[in-house]
């Protein structure tokens, strides 16, 4: 049974950057869209960006566009999401998550989560 | 970037109450739309895919449907078990944008 198998939790001040990995335990990226997700304190999911490793192509939501970069080393079956330039309402949960990758869509689907990972930004 | 709008935020229903909810997107989406239940402190958990397609597992009290740009999530006899926030998320174009969520509560 794949899982996918997340850092733990960080605590950073403002203006620093944070780098969250999500390993995906016995299974690969290989096939699939690799998202991640964040969710505030009290709000709603938050799409942020992905990569297709099979292609090695990243998209990223217009809000984070020059603030995100999204990773995969294939050889490790580990994505990796980097936050910069950080601010206090980053502070959130942040998910990888996987789902087969439709070339129909060529979009992000989703079916399977990591456990998330807390990052609390405060000076 | 693709919008997702869902309608009601908050739901507040009965045990037994047949309940829906309704999602429109900002531009067609064809039928790449999936419904998530999310419990407090634990991650989504997928419901339907592709509008209209039951994960395995998820009861069929659950069913999907719409394409284009509206959809509905409906629950046929809503259960103890199902006071959570649910989710709309499309996945087309190169994006995966949710819908800000509608919570389902005990009237």
């Known amino acids: 049974q794949v899982q996918l198998v997340q850092s733990g939790p960080e605590v950073k001040k403002p203006g620093s950057s944070v780098t969250v990995s999500c390993k995906a335990s016995g299974g690969t990226f290989s096939s699939h869209a690799v998202s991640w997700v964040r969710q505030a304190p009290g709000q709603g999911l938050e799409w942020m960006g992905g990569?297709?490793?099979?292609?090695?192509?990243?998209n990223y939501a217009q809000k984070f566009q020059g603030r995100v970069t999204i990773t995969a080393d294939e050889s490790t079956s580990t994505a990796y999401m980097e936050l910069s330039r950080l601010r206090s309402e980053d502070t959130a949960v942040y998910y990888c998550a996987r789902g087969a990758y439709y070339y129909d869509s060529r979009g992000y689907f989703i079916d399977l989560w990591g456990q998330g990972t807390l990052v609390t930004v405060s000076a | 970037d693709i919008q997702m709008t869902q309608s009601p935020s908050t739901l507040s229903a009965s045990v037994g109450d047949r309940v829906t909810i309704t999602c429109r997107a900002s531009?067609?989406?064809?039928?790449?739309l999936a419904w998530f239940q999310q419990r407090p402190g634990k991650a989504p958990k997928l419901l339907i895919y592709k509008a209209s397609a039951l994960e395995i597992g998820v009861p069929s009290r659950f069913s999907g449907s719409g394409s284009g740009t509206e959809f509905t999530l409906t629950i046929s006899s809503l259960q103890p078990d199902d006071f959570a926030t649910y989710y709309c998320q499309q996945y087309n174009d190169y994006s995966g944008t949710f819908g800000q969520g509608t919570k389902v509560e005990i009237k």
């Open positions: 531009q067609s989406i064809s039928s790449w």
């Open positions: 990569i297709i490793p099979l292609f090695g192509t990243t």
